[in-house]
Each structure stands twice: as structure tokens, then as C-alpha cells.
């Protein structure tokens, strides 16, 4: 079965420093999704992309946050300066359509600690 | 707005018996709702999903939900529990309107013992 992959697993990062979560979503999929989870708590939604462009983003997505298809397989997400409250399990998710009822796929996880 | 709620932190069960895991959602129209399922180290999985069309969905390993409209919810059953089920699961709900986002409930962690 088609999977999404991410890299790192895992990443200790420094206060301040910057960090990038690399994606691979499914091929033929054509949207693009980041979600956090801070341990203990809820999934996240934080950004949707599709068409070269971000088509949602929550709250929690600020201007730290930025993400990028930079080839034709792999989809970022950036954080410019980060923050001990930034520490979390980051999924990166694909799907084919939009359709609510269109399965969402998800990769198994970035962890960042920031220290 | 959409939001799910998940009745449970934690279920535990003999091996062999049924489980149920309680979700209830809210949603000002007909939602799609979906459970995961999330193996230690592992991604989420997509266990199943109701898009309005029967109310009684099956899944992946003997998993089921029933959407109930009158009940605002949709419960996950299985009759009979296996070790291997043992994970954390989450009842989601997709943003119908201006959005694909989907909203995680809390997650319950199911644990199974022989």
C-alpha cells in the first residue's frame, strides 16, 4: 500500500534555531497536509496545501511556520525560530481530493524536541 | 462548529471480549466521520469511515461504527478483542464548509490483556 514518509523521526533542536520536516506524500496525490500533536494533547490541524499554495491554516500556523513543495515529491514544513512550546509530534498527511469523504493519509511522525 | 468528543481515556479489555470506545460528535450538518487508529511508533491509520451514505460502516480488523443522528454519536466496536489491537484511537470529523481540515477528538488508548 502507498504510504507517506517523513524525515527525521525524531530531532532535538536548540531554542531559536531553525528546523525543517521533510514529506513524502502519496504520488498521485494532490493535497497536502501538516498536523501536531504536543504530547498529551489533541491532534492539530495546522496547514493545508494544494496548487502550490497554502489553502488553510489554523491559528496555531504563524509566520515562524512557512511550507514548500520544492520539487515534484517532497512537501516542508519550516520553522524559522523555534520555541520550547514548539515541541511535538509533527504528521504530514496526503489525499487525492477534497471530497469529505476522501481518505486523508498520514505519515508516521516527526518528533521535535527543542531544548 | 464542527468537534468530536471522546468519552473515554482509556479502555482496557480481556483478549476475546468486545470492545466498544464512545465517540460523540457535533456538527450543525451532516458530517463525515472517521476513526484512526495510532500503533505505538506508528503512523495514524485510517480504521473507517461514514460519509452519509450506511449508517452502519465496517473497517479494517473486525472494526465497526454505527452513526446515530438522534444520538449525536458514533461508537467503534469490535466483538472480540486481540492483543494486537492494543493502540491509541481517535473518532475525527471533517470540516464540511470552507476547509478540509479534520478534528481530532482526545484519543482513547485501549489496552488489552490476556
Known amino acids: 500500500e502507498p504510504e507517506v514518509t517523513q524525515t527525521p523521526s525524531h530531532q532535538v533542536t536548540q531554542m531559536g534555531q531553525e528546523v525543517i520536516l521533510r514529506c513524502v506524500p502519496i504520488s498521485n496525490h494532490l493535497y497536502f497536509y501538516w498536523y501536531r500533536q504536543i504530547l498529551g494533547q489533541k491532534v492539530e490541524f495546522l496547514v493545508s496545501f494544494y496548487n502550490n499554495e497554502i489553502s488553510e491554516k489554523s491559528e496555531i500556523f504563524d509566520d515562524q511556520f512557512s511550507v514548500e513543495r520544492p520539487d515534484g515529491s517532497n512537501f516542508t514544513l519550516k520553522i524559522r525560530s523555534t520555541k520550547l512550546e514548539d515541541s511535538a509530534m509533527y504528521f504530514c498527511?496526503?489525499?487525492?481530493?477534497?471530497?469529505?469523504?476522501?481518505?486523508?493519509?498520514f505519515g508516521e511522525g516527526s518528533w521535535l524536541t527543542v531544548v | 462548529a464542527q468537534s468530536v468528543t471522546q468519552l473515554d481515556s482509556h479502555v482496557s479489555v480481556s483478549e476475546g471480549t468486545p470492545v466498544l470506545l464512545r465517540c460523540n460528535y457535533s456538527?450543525?450538518?451532516?458530517?463525515?466521520l472517521f476513526w484512526y487508529v495510532q500503533h505505538p511508533n506508528k503512523g495514524l491509520q485510517l480504521l473507517l469511515k461514514y460519509t452519509s451514505a450506511a449508517t452502519l460502516v465496517k473497517g479494517i480488523n473486525g472494526f465497526e461504527a454505527e452513526f446515530k443522528k438522534s444520538e449525536t454519536s458514533f461508537h467503534l466496536t469490535k466483538p472480540s478483542a486481540h492483543m494486537s489491537d492494543a493502540a491509541e484511537y481517535f473518532c475525527?470529523?471533517?470540516?464540511?464548509?470552507?476547509?478540509?481540515?479534520?478534528?481530532f477528538g482526545k484519543g482513547t488508548t485501549l489496552s488489552v490483556s490476556s
Open positions: 498527511a496526503s489525499s487525492a481530493s477534497t471530497d469529505s469523504g476522501n481518505t486523508i493519509y
Open positions: 475525527v470529523v471533517r470540516k464540511r464548509q470552507a476547509g478540509t481540515a479534520l478534528i
Open positions: 456538527s450543525s450538518y451532516s458530517p463525515s
